[in-house]
């Protein structure tokens, strides 16, 4: 009988004391990894995660007071570069529809599937944004393809599946949420996942009288019999004060239906199976490098902003009374030597600072971009585009991840339903961002083409608009011709005003069309 998997949130997972030792207690590998998660969480909290967690990243200075370290982490404001690249890199991707082969408009059962693939309302195209997401961020995600629990005893028939809608789903799971993990090697070499711990989150009311809920925290529990073929599930609840037994079953997989899609393994570990890090983590360093420069730059401006008010020559009564500075105020002393005057900060610490942190901004940009340079490189732009389409950026790669990780899911869903996998199925996800991020050389390129005439006005406005450079809605064709009938802004340098503009004819003198810079 299928087992149901219930869905799981994708929060972060923290245990407490009485927890440790229990089927909840993570395993050593899944603590080293999340640990090294914690300044990304912290970071895509935004400036309030950052200031709750106070000097775990913004260290108190010696002798300063707590009140004093209060109001300076008060005036720090987080510069998120971390998180406005995640969300532009992810963005790229799923700029357009990510597309099935074959047309799931054929076969009601997969058009279903990847229009709803969580049974939550996610088309194919937002789950495998989320996917991209989760392994951008930590460096690993995990799919789990799953089936839903029936009510009639044993597994539904093709007629009872196709009366009830009853298919397999998907749910995407953070690292975070998979605090435990089981495997061994096969006769073949090959490594299997022999049982697999996820954390589930569900909001419960009390009784249905009231409105108020309260998050709960589950445990599932889905292992693999020896022998590879079926297992069993449990599942458990944390309660008030123990642990309690939410419900069990088995399961006739002959696998544990989780795929696992990296972005990075962990380059540090003994073992790389199941163990991610951070792509951007380069990124997310340099960003807490920022949070503590401009912290300090926030500083700085209070002094630097206001003058010091110096007294000298008053009594010492005079200068032990408090003094209120602003308008409509009066400095006074019955010391005919006293003098009161301001003294300024020469702000050069300021532009020292200032400096700093666009030398910072700089270079988190750079880091950025990293995931969008091409992985090879040449020294012509020719070559640029004969090589194209056989280099990859890192971005790509996790692309071809994501999209070798649903493929694998879905023919996960295929074998549940005792149905073939559909001739030539492929997930196709936008990866030519080569007509997003236009390169300089090769818009020199095809200027220069268009100017020798290789290229008609036409064709050159189609490669332009295929860069993003030009508005979809632009018609290339509408606008050469339009583009034909204007007037020319500057005489024509060609010298005949009838001349046609997409084969401009030279001067017969040979002369150039306007002087040289050097003339």
Same mark, same amino acid.
Do not use: C, H
């Given at each position: 009988m299928p087992v149901h998997y219930l869905l799981s949130s994708t929060r972060y997972v923290r245990f407490s004391e009485s927890e440790k030792g229990s089927v909840m207690t993570p395993c050593q590998a899944h603590t080293e990894m999340v640990s090294s998660f914690e300044l990304i969480d912290d970071l895509l909290g935004g400036t309030a995660r950052m200031r709750e967690v106070g000097e775990r990243w913004m260290p108190r200075e010696p002798?300063? =007071?707590? &009140?004093?370290?209060?109001?300076?982490? #008060? $005036?720090?404001?987080?510069?998120?570069?971390?998180?406005?690249? =995640?969300? &532009?890199?992810?963005?790229?991707?799923? #700029? $357009?529809?990510?597309?099935?082969?074959?047309?799931?408009?054929?076969?009601?059962?997969?058009?279903?599937?990847?229009?709803?693939?969580?049974?939550e309302g996610s088309n194919l195209t937002n789950f495998a944004k989320d996917v991209f997401e989760i392994g951008s961020t930590y460096g690993i995600a995990y799919i789990l393809t799953d089936y839903p629990v029936t009510s009639s005893e044993g597994t539904p028939t093709l007629a009872e599946e196709r009366s009830e809608k009853i298919r397999p789903y998907f749910t995407a799971y953070r690292p975070h949420d998979v605090i435990g993990w089981k495997s061994e090697r096969m006769k073949n070499g090959k490594r299997r996942m022999t049982q697999v711990r996820l954390i589930e989150h569900r909001d419960e009311s009390e009784s249905p009288a009231t409105f108020d809920t309260k998050e709960v925290k589950y445990v599932r529990v889905i292992s693999m019999n020896e022998t590879g073929v079926g297992g069993t599930w449990q599942l458990f609840r944390q309660g008030e004060k123990s642990l309690e037994a939410a419900g069990q079953g088995t399961h006739t997989f002959d696998e544990i239906p989780l795929d696992v899609v990296y972005f990075k393994k962990r380059r540090d570990a003994k073992v790389r199976y199941m163990r991610g890090e951070p792509p951007l983590q380069d990124l997310a360093e340099m960003n807490l490098c920022h949070w503590h420069s401009s912290s300090d730059q926030r500083n700085a401006l209070r002094f630097t902003r206001f003058g010091m008010l110096v007294q000298t020559g008053v009594s010492l009564e005079e200068a032990k009374k408090p003094v209120t500075v602003g308008p409509g105020y009066v400095f006074r002393s019955t010391e005919p030597t006293a003098t009161f005057s301001f003294c300024e900060s020469s702000g050069d610490g300021v532009a020292v600072g200032e400096n700093d942190l666009k030398r910072i901004e700089e270079r988190m940009e750079l880091l950025g971009l990293r995931p969008l340079v091409e992985a090879t490189s040449n020294s012509t732009a020719t070559g640029k585009t004969i090589d194209e389409n056989k280099t990859e950026t890192a971005i790509q790669l996790w692309?071809?991840?994501?999209?070798?990780?649903?493929?694998?899911?879905?023919?996960?869903?295929?074998?549940?339903?005792?149905?073939?996998?559909?001739?030539?199925?492929?997930?196709d996800i936008f990866s030519d961002f080569s007509t997003l991020l236009p390169d300089p050389t090769i818009l020199t390129f095809l200027q220069g083409m268009r100017t020798g005439g290789d290229l008609s006005r036409v064709t050159f406005l189609e490669e332009v608009k295929r860069r993003g450079i030009l508005s979809p809605s632009v018609d290339p064709e509408a606008e050469a011709e339009e583009a034909a009938n204007d007037a020319p802004l500057l005489p024509n340098p060609f010298g005949d005003p009838k001349a046609d503009p997409d084969n401009p004819k030279p001067d017969p003198t040979g002369k150039p069309p306007f002087p040289s810079a050097t003339s």
């Open positions: 002798n300063e =007071l707590v &009140n004093q370290y209060r109001l300076r982490l #008060s $005036r720090s404001f987080l510069f998120n570069a971390l998180r406005d690249t =995640l969300d &532009n890199l992810v963005s790229r991707p799923f #700029s $357009r529809k990510t597309t099935v082969k074959p047309d799931p408009s054929e076969d009601d059962v997969l058009e279903d599937m990847v229009n709803d693939m969580d049974l692309i071809r991840a994501v999209e070798e990780g649903l493929s694998s899911a879905f023919r996960r869903a295929f074998k549940m339903m005792a149905r073939d996998e559909p001739e030539g199925f492929a997930i």
